[in-house]
């Protein structure tokens, strides 16, 4: 049945899908023909589909029974179907979308992929849907939330709509408020300041961690990242949430701020938001609160992984990149370094990546390239000590 607008079928993953057809003739007003079509559908957002299947293919290994999920705004219902076509057996599938025209196509779609069957569609309100589901029986084992702009107005019921030891996966593409060019936006959704700078994109990860975790802890609730990352200009973190004051105790106790002087490019954790001045003279720029503990559960993030093993269709995609070099962050302190800002910072011309991290790896310090983008690195080195390996360049012709 045609639902009344042009469409084009586009394949992802193991889904053949019905989406609105753009005009390939009007590429540059890409963003806007999407914002404006009938049904949402972005081949971009693969990536952050690829990270759902790994993650609940990860969660039911470790179940090892059938589970419950729920995807409460669905758009073209692509993420829920490629959920029951290429992760472990789901049991219950609910699919929900304000919008009449998302559910009709999302159904079509699924009728296309053989799985009608096995979703339930609901026109509702994502909150709404959620607080249905709020209660003994009727909650979830894994809730993605992957709305517009932020998920904050959908912490209260996601968390109340999942199972004790449940997932629950978010996405946030409201990046200028949580990389700091609109910090009042970041403080009154997110509870916590930004910090502009080059490492933006990891604090706007321990921002929506910080502001899960307070959420999750008002309902009882620790909520612990299991595989956080930032791409193709949103960020997005899987939690499990689990019952007990002590586990909650245990995350709250890291939660704080980091403190980043934008002069000499030092930068520290610190539990206090007090103002200081850096040993350069440069007043310190404070972010947070946020969360300072790791970003992803090595456990967890190795299952993930592993699972590109048993899905190969996903092996060679930039999920797994991404979560091979989150892999390799993990350990070190909070915040990341920029090649190019430190090459500035002395005074050198643009020096190579490989020898950058050579020069800096001779000297006896760890580094690895980090996810958030190329030329970019995490060390045990402070900033003194990276100043002084790059001033090595100098005396280079
Ligand atoms: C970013 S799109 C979802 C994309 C989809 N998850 C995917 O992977 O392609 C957001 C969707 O949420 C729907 N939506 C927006 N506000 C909503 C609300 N309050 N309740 C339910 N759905 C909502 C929109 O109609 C839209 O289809
Ligand atoms: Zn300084």
Same mark, same amino acid.
């Given at each position: 049945?045609?639902?009344? #607008?042009?469409?084009?079928?586009v394949?992802?993953?193991?889904?053949?899908l019905?989406?609105?057809?753009?005009d390939p003739?009007?590429e540059?007003?890409?963003?806007?023909?999407r914002?404006?079509?009938?049904?949402? #559908?972005?081949?971009?957002?693969?990536t952050?589909?690829?990270?759902?299947?790994?993650a609940l293919r990860?969660?039911?290994r470790?179940?090892?029974?059938?589970?419950?999920?729920?995807?409460?705004?669905?758009?073209?219902?692509?993420?829920?179907?490629?959920?029951?076509?290429?992760?472990?057996?789901?049991?219950?599938?609910?699919?929900?979308d304000l919008?009449?025209?998302a559910?009709?196509?999302a159904?079509?779609n699924?009728?296309?992929n053989?799985?009608?069957?096995?979703?339930?569609?609901?026109?509702l309100?994502?909150?709404?849907?959620?607080s249905?589901?709020?209660?003994?029986?009727?909650?979830?084992? #894994?809730?993605?939330?992957?709305?517009?702009?932020?998920?904050?107005?959908?912490?209260?019921t996601a968390?109340?709509?999942?199972?004790?030891?449940?997932?629950?996966?978010?996405?946030?593409?409201?990046?200028?408020?949580?990389c700091?060019?609109?910090?009042?936006?970041?403080?009154?959704?997110?509870?916590?300041?930004?910090?502009?700078?080059?490492?933006?994109?990891?604090?706007?990860?321990?921002?929506?961690?910080?502001?899960?975790?307070?959420?999750?802890?008002?309902?009882?609730y620790a909520?612990t990242?299991?595989?956080?990352?930032?791409?193709?200009?949103?960020?997005?973190?899987?939690?499990?949430?689990?019952k007990?004051?002590?586990?909650?105790?245990?995350?709250?106790?890291?939660?704080?701020?980091?403190?980043?002087?934008?002069?000499?490019?030092?930068?520290?954790?610190?539990?206090?938001?007090?103002?200081e001045?850096c040993?350069?003279?440069?007043?310190?720029?404070?972010?947070?609160?946020?969360?300072?503990?790791?970003?992803?559960?090595?456990?967890?993030?190795?299952?993930?992984?592993?699972?590109?093993?048993?899905?190969?269709?996903l092996?060679?995609?930039?999920?797994?990149?991404?979560?091979?070099?989150?892999r390799?962050?993990?350990?070190?302190?909070?915040?990341?370094?920029d090649?190019?800002?430190?090459?500035?910072?002395?005074?050198v011309?643009?020096?190579?990546?490989?020898?950058?991290?050579?020069?800096?790896?001779?000297?006896g310090?760890?580094?690895?390239?980090?996810?958030?983008?190329?030329?970019?690195?995490?060390?045990?080195?402070?900033?003194?000590?990276?100043?002084?390996v790059?001033?090595?360049?100098?005396?280079?012709g």
């Open positions: 049945m045609s639902p009344g #607008y042009p469409v084009e079928t394949k992802e993953g193991k889904a053949s019905l989406v609105p057809r753009l003739e009007a540059e007003h890409i963003q806007q023909q914002s404006q079509a009938p049904v949402f #559908y972005n081949a971009v957002m693969k952050n589909r690829d990270t759902a299947i790994l990860t969660y039911q470790k179940k090892s029974r059938n589970v419950q999920v729920c995807e409460p705004m669905t758009g073209s219902g692509v993420r829920g179907i490629r959920l029951l076509l290429e992760a472990g057996e789901i049991e219950d599938m609910v699919l929900g919008s009449p025209s559910l009709a196509l159904g079509e699924a009728e296309l053989g799985v009608r069957d096995r979703i339930k569609l609901r026109e309100d994502a909150n709404l849907l959620m249905l589901h709020s209660y003994p029986f009727g909650r979830f084992d #894994y809730i993605d939330v992957d709305p517009y702009g932020t998920p904050t107005p959908f912490y209260d968390i109340r709509a999942t199972k004790n030891h449940g997932m629950i996966a978010l996405t946030a593409t409201d990046m200028p408020p949580l700091g060019v609109n910090a009042r936006a970041c403080i009154r959704k997110y509870g916590g300041r930004p910090l502009q700078g080059e490492f933006c994109h990891e604090v706007a990860l321990r921002l929506l961690g910080s502001s899960f975790i307070h959420q999750a802890a008002i309902h009882g909520a990242p299991l595989f956080s990352y930032y791409a193709d200009h949103y960020v997005r973190a899987y939690f499990r949430i689990d007990g004051a002590r586990r909650i105790e245990g995350q709250l106790n890291q939660v704080g701020f980091i403190k980043y002087c934008p002069g000499c490019l030092h930068r520290f954790p610190s539990m206090e938001n007090a103002p001045r040993g350069c003279g440069e007043d310190v720029n404070i972010g947070g609160p946020l969360w300072l503990g790791e970003l992803s559960d090595v456990e967890f993030l190795d299952g993930m992984i592993d699972e590109i093993g048993n899905a190969p269709h092996a060679g995609t930039k999920a797994e990149v991404i979560m091979g070099l989150a390799g962050e993990m350990g070190f302190q909070v915040s990341f370094f090649i190019d800002k430190i090459c500035k910072l002395v005074g011309k643009s020096v190579s990546t490989e020898d950058a991290f050579g020069a800096i790896r001779e000297t310090f760890s580094a690895v390239p980090t996810h958030y983008r190329s030329r970019t690195l995490k060390t045990d080195a402070s900033i003194d000590e990276l100043v002084d790059f001033n090595r360049f100098k005396n280079i």
